[in-house]
């Protein structure tokens, strides 16, 4: 069993940057790949980034793209998504996921665990 406990979000304004961290309970942190998901009230849960086992292996949704950093540390268990130039469609609740899998995973059905959540609101 994984728990996943998502923490960072906030409100900010538009061109702001916040600082997501998901902390993962679980014995072997290093078998999962890590992603992170948003989603609006309404339509369906969206992929954001996901990072491979050691961290070096990276994939971003389009729409965040040189903007948004996942990376993780495995010596803390630990997941984040760092956010810069933040635009109001970036608003939604934010999701830490967790898939037993080394290869890279974009569908939410093919994860495993999720966190409960953490709104992210950007003001224009």
């Known amino acids: 069993q994984v728990q996943l406990v998502e923490s960072g979000g906030g409100l900010v304004q538009a061109g702001g940057s916040l600082r997501l961290s998901c902390a993962a309970s679980v014995r072997t942190f290093t078998n999962y790949y890590m992603g992170w998901f948003r989603q609006v009230p309404g339509k369906e849960r969206q992929f954001v980034a996901g990072?491979?086992?050691?961290?070096?292996?990276?994939d971003y949704a389009d729409s965040v793209k040189g903007r948004f950093t996942i990376s993780r540390d495995n010596a803390k268990n630990t997941v984040y998504l760092q956010m810069d130039s933040l635009k109001p469609e970036d608003t939604a609740v934010y999701y830490c996921?967790?898939?037993?899998?080394?290869?890279?995973?974009?569908?939410?059905?093919?994860?495993?665990?999720w966190g409960q959540g953490t709104q992210v609101t950007v003001s224009s």
């Open positions: 990072v491979t086992w050691s961290g070096g292996g990276k």
């Open positions: 996921a967790a898939v037993y899998a080394l290869g890279y995973r974009r569908a939410p059905s093919s994860y495993d665990y």
